[in-house]
């Protein structure tokens, strides 16, 4: 029969390998899993850390949990991934803003949206980024 002492021991060490073995990240905010790498969020870290602190093979497996779920990182600007929709061959201004407007529930003035079809996906994600850039 284990002491007191022990068995509290047992119940600390067993309770700091499981949550380090599932990642604080994944434990705290399942719902950012899958969602695009980012900025790591501090207190996600800092965490997975203290997992480091007890054990080198627990912290190490919540960092790599945490990193491939995508879970360590802060969410997108409002809490929304970049998302992709279906667009039409014949997409015009009118019909996009009515899309934004739909699926973002906030109304644009028709000069806030601008229609450009970029060459290629990298000249699409520059742009991306550029607005990005300009919004911070």
């Keep these: 029969m284990l002491t007191s002492a022990r068995r509290g021991l047992a119940v600390a060490l067993l309770f700091s390998v499981l949550v380090s073995l599932s990642g604080c990240g994944t434990l705290f905010h399942p719902e950012r899993k899958g969602q695009l790498p980012g900025r790591v969020d501090p207190a996600i870290a800092i965490a997975d850390g203290l997992g480091l602190l ?14 491939s779920n995508n879970t360590i990182y802060l969410p997108t600007r409002d809490g929304a991934a970049i998302d992709s929709m279906p667009i039409e061959a014949g ?17 644009f003035d028709a000069d806030a949206v601008q229609v450009e079809r970029p060459d290629s996906l990298s000249q699409a994600l520059a742009l991306i980024s550029t607005e990005a850039k300009l919004d911070s």
């Design 91 to 107: 997409l015009d201004q009118p019909s996009l803003m009515a899309m934004i407007e739909t699926r973002s529930g906030r109304h």
């Design 54 to 67: 007890l054990f080198i093979v627990p912290g190490v497996v919540a960092y790599a949990v945490d990193f």
